[in-house]
């Protein structure tokens, strides 16, 4: 049976990753109290002594504004330690799933990103995730890197609850209007992630052939492009309190009217294309995924 070792069990996309992982081999999960990514000596003790077939990195700094002061942690947490796992994999012979983010990207390209576009990170986090990525592809092991985008889930911290709050707490919000991006389910994430690995085992696990040909970077969004304004506005009309959907007021503003420390790129729109060519998927689309998810807050 395949052992598969997953970080960041209690985050919103590793505690879906727990549970859609758990039919395609032995899942041995971590949280950040069991396994800090920031301890680097422990890191690799636990792999060596776990010897999974695969390990999935979900873990991440994401405190994208706090980066820009915690340059050092957050280098140590998506830049290190994912090298520290790639390079212990390389010594196993074993298998890595990493996650990433649109915000590689500096956002001026007026249509979606494709993998082979040229990054150009315009804050830390986004600068430490890019490195994470490389530091992955500078070694010889079969591996699948995932970029994905504006995540949300029914638990954790992300825009989708913030915005439930705070329309029980308020009677209206000003949200940025002008970045534009693809809102993605964590549940969809780990559904695809599964599938995708599926395709690599047979009746004695993971095949390592066959995930080796088709290893590398590809981009994971649901479909559809929205603003964050737009985005909040179908979380209002998606949600079960009624009553506040026609007294609560939404107004969009530029991102100029919400300075923040880190900055954001406009258009983080991410082409899954590649995605669907290699592996027969097509993306849900953002909207409905997202009354699915709704449905379980």
Known sequence: ????????????????????????????????????????????????????????????????????????????????????????????????????????????KQTAYVETDRTNPQNVYGETKLNGELAIQSYDIPHYIFRTSWVYAARGHNFLLSMLRLMQERDSLN?????????????????ITSYILAQSLDNKGLELGIMKETSGLYHLTSRGRTSWCDFARQILAKCSSQQKEH????????????????????????????????????????????ELCIQDV
């Not at 002061?69 to 520290?84: D, M, Q, V, Y």
């Not at 406009?266 to 592996?279: A, E, G, P, V």
């Open 247 to 290: 007294s609560f007021q939404i107004s969009g503003i530029p991102s100029s009217e919400y300075p923040a420390p880190a900055k954001r790129p406009m258009n983080s729109k991410l082409s899954t294309l590649k995605l669907n060519n290699s592996f027969g998927i097509i993306c849900p689309h953002w909207t409905e995924s997202l």
């Open 175 to 191: 949200i940025v209007d002008d970045q534009f991006g693809s809102p993605t389910w964590s549940r969809d994430i780990s559904s």
């Open 1 to 108: 049976m395949t052992t598969i070792l997953l970080t960041g069990k209690n985050g919103q996309l590793g505690w879906e990753l727990q549970r859609t992982l758990s039919s395609l081999g032995h899942v041995v999960a971590f949280d950040r109290a069991t396994l800090d990514l920031a301890d680097h000596k422990n890191l690799r003790a636990t792999i060596q002594e776990i010897k999974p077939d695969l390990i999935v990195n979900a873990a991440a700094y994401t405190a994208v504004d706090k980066a820009e002061t915690e340059r050092k942690l957050a280098t140590s947490i998506n830049t290190h330690a994912p090298e520290i796992m790639a390079e212990e994999a390389k010594k196993l012979g074993s298998a890595l799933i990493h996650y990433s983010t649109d915000y590689v990207f500096d956002g001026t």
